[in-house]
């Protein structure tokens, strides 16, 4: 009867060894892909043709960060290209990166302003405080 328990005891152990062995490298690989997604935000200040890439102004210093074939531009729904980026620099972008030795190359670059911002900003010079 103990040689019974000892091989059912042994079955279980290796079950158990062979189960988070399996299970360890998926939990690394998915703790990994966490770690490498990053953003920042901050002012466009230029977007450089040659080098496919944009340079954007923060609290801590510039962000040189390289455009994709697949990177997406948007300012609110409308899809933009990267040469549209020339037409808005200063303004805010939020910048959504991977980075990968050393190399951060944009997922996606969202340009804050648009119509909405238009609309505020006619709405405010034609207060009688703009006015004067």
Do not use: C
């Not at 988070?20 to 690989?29: D, G, H, K, V």
């Amino acid at each position: 009867m103990s040689r019974m328990f000892q091989l059912l005891g042994g079955a279980i152990l290796a079950l158990a060894v062979a189960t988070s062995a399996s299970a360890s490298p998926a939990q690394t690989a998915k703790a990994a892909k966490k770690a490498a997604a990053h953003s920042v935000t901050g002012t466009l200040e230029k977007y450089d043709a040659s080098a496919n890439s944009i340079v954007v102004k923060t609290a801590k210093g510039e962000e040189t960060l390289s455009l994709a074939s697949a990177t997406s531009i948007r300012m609110g729904a409308t899809r933009m290209t990267p040469a549209d980026l020339n037409g808005h620099t200063g303004q805010r972008v939020k910048v959504r990166y991977s980075e990968e030795n050393g190399k951060q190359t944009a997922q996606t670059v969202q340009i804050e302003g648009g119509a909405k911002t238009t609309a505020r900003a006619e709405t405010a010079s034609k207060t009688p405080a703009a006015k004067k």
